[in-house]
């Protein structure tokens, strides 16, 4: 795992500070992922991290920490330590509908069957949802998700449980009236900072074409008064870009604009639908502006275009990576959506040169942390920030041998290859074991109760789409 010729490692190696107490964790052995000032990545090879208190106390060589007394060692020869994934937009839930709507257009996939599925969710099915979810990004090296569901109080009490690190909002439509749009502010003030601050919150209004104008400024406001940031679906592609243009004479991202949600911080699911008039809105946006992209999803419902990440790049807007629900894209794996992104981002180009596996692995770690509103404490791993981290192995015949370790890690290497996952210095998977949760028990309960779950000869809906 030696970096190109010429290539310098990222940044300078710290060293352990000399305390008398042992560390929590010290993990040696390993290469690391590093940024430098100029947020590059780099590899610092037989190195060490040492943890405490949940955060990274130093990244350091395996000599420098021998000896060093901690409450555990890993052992991490052979493998990569990484940032853990961030997977920034997902409905956690929708897993137990996972393969339920196949080959569908949109409109049918919503009217037909997703939305007469979900007016049947109680919330034991949002908790198992939660549960199997759960288990599959730790597994797949998914550290931190950002929630936009229903019942979401029983997927806090999941994630507080299980170790994962959350963004967590209640979803609302218009069509609900006033009150679900107040639950979705009650959901995101009763657990902002819970589960000893691995929880964060937002409001969540599904999306401009469900939710009245009046409802997001009102929304706007209440992200306003009470410093909360707003994650939502919007210009998810083009034909709602192209049916908001006819009715109402904007298109999504300028209702968000006229609306005052662009004053937020504001976290916008897919965009491949935004347009070059929305850019410069985006651009001058008086909040945080993020973008989450979810690219398997796309080609499965065969949209056009994808989420155009290098002009955004171009205005300063980060670009976080994510799976969407597994209802649409089938899986939870954040790493197959870095490889896809990475992919399609070329052919949409038109320029190999772009998606770099150096630029995807970036859209991984620090942009994703960034579109959660966590760019302060994870996404990388340096001194001070939470310790939030997998350890990759890549003596598998598919990683080797190791020409470009970033080329390695995005198209070679598979979520499969993650061994350990690391949630604020606990260990929630250890050699692929989960910790913190009985997947068997899940997936038998949820089975019993697929039947009732699946029933769609009531012939309601949660909503109509009609985009």
């Known amino acids: 795992?030696?970096?190109?010729?010429?290539?310098?490692?990222?940044?300078?190696?710290?060293?352990?500070t000399e305390r008398p107490e042992p560390a929590d964790l010290v993990i040696t052995g390993c290469t690391v992922l590093v940024h430098d000032d100029r947020e590059r990545i780099g590899f610092e090879e037989d190195a060490a991290v040492v943890v405490r208190d949940g955060r990274v106390d130093s990244v350091t060589t395996a000599a420098a920490v021998a000896g060093l007394p901690a409450a555990e060692h890993l052992d991490a020869r052979g493998q990569v330590a990484l940032p853990g994934l961030i997977n920034?937009?997902?409905?956690?839930?929708?897993?137990?509908?996972?393969?339920?709507a196949e080959d569908l257009p949109t409109r049918e996939w919503f009217n037909d069957v997703v939305w007469p599925v979900e007016s049947n969710l109680t919330a034991?099915?949002?908790e198992l949802g939660a549960r199997l979810a759960c288990a599959e990004m730790i597994r797949a090296g998914v550290t931190c998700f950002a929630d936009h569901y229903f019942a979401m109080d029983t997927v806090a009490a999941v994630v507080a449980e299980c170790g994962l690190r959350a963004l967590l909002g209640q979803a609302y439509f218009s069509s609900q009236g006033p009150g679900g749009r107040e639950r979705s502010l009650e959901f995101a003030l009763r657990h902002r900072d819970t589960a000893a601050g691995r929880i964060t919150t937002a409001l969540a209004p599904h999306a401009p074409y469900t939710v009245t104008d009046a409802d997001l400024a009102a929304t706007a406001g209440h992200a306003r008064d009470h410093g909360l940031p707003v994650h939502l679906h919007a210009a998810e592609n083009r034909d709602q870009t192209d049916t908001s243009l006819a009715r109402h004479g904007a298109t999504p991202i300028e209702v968000l604009e006229r609306t005052g949600i662009l004053d937020t911080d504001v976290l916008i699911a897919h965009g491949t639908g935004i347009t070059e008039r929305d850019l410069p809105l985006l651009a001058r946006a008086g909040g945080r502006?993020?973008?989450?992209?979810?690219?398997?999803?796309?080609?499965?419902?065969?949209?056009?275009?994808t989420t155009p990440v290098r002009a955004l790049r171009d205005i300063g807007v980060p670009v976080g990576l994510a799976t969407d629900g597994a209802a649409s894209n089938n899986s939870l794996d954040v790493w197959e959506s870095m490889a896809l992104t990475s992919l399609i981002q070329k052919s949409a180009e038109g320029d190999p040169r772009w998606l770099s596996s150096r630029q995807a692995l970036h859209h991984a770690t620090l942009q994703s942390a960034r579109a959660v509103g966590l760019g302060d404490t994870v996404g990388r791993i340096?001194?001070?920030h939470r310790a939030d981290l997998v350890l990759v192995d890549l003596t598998g015949p598919h990683t080797q041998p190791v020409h470009d370790l970033a080329a390695t890690l995005v198209h070679s290497a598979r979520s499969a290859d993650v061994r350990t996952t690391i949630v604020d210095g606990r260990v929630l998977m250890r050699d692929r074991e989960l910790l913190t949760l009985d997947v068997a028990a899940v997936a038998r309960e949820l089975g019993e109760?697929?039947?009732?779950?699946?029933?769609?000869?009531?012939?309601?809906?949660?909503?109509?789409?009609g985009t």
């Open 289 to 305: 502006t993020a973008v989450a992209t979810a690219p398997r999803g796309y080609l499965k419902f065969a949209w056009p275009d």
């Open 382 to 384: 340096a001194p001070g």
């Open 449 to 465: 109760r697929l039947p009732a779950l699946t029933d769609r000869g009531h012939g309601r809906r949660i909503q109509e789409y």
């Open 1 to 16: 795992m030696t970096p190109p010729p010429g290539e310098k490692p990222a940044g300078p190696r710290e060293t352990p």
């Open 124 to 126: 034991r099915d949002v």
């Open 88 to 100: 920034c937009h997902t409905h956690a839930p929708m897993v137990a509908l996972r393969g339920l």
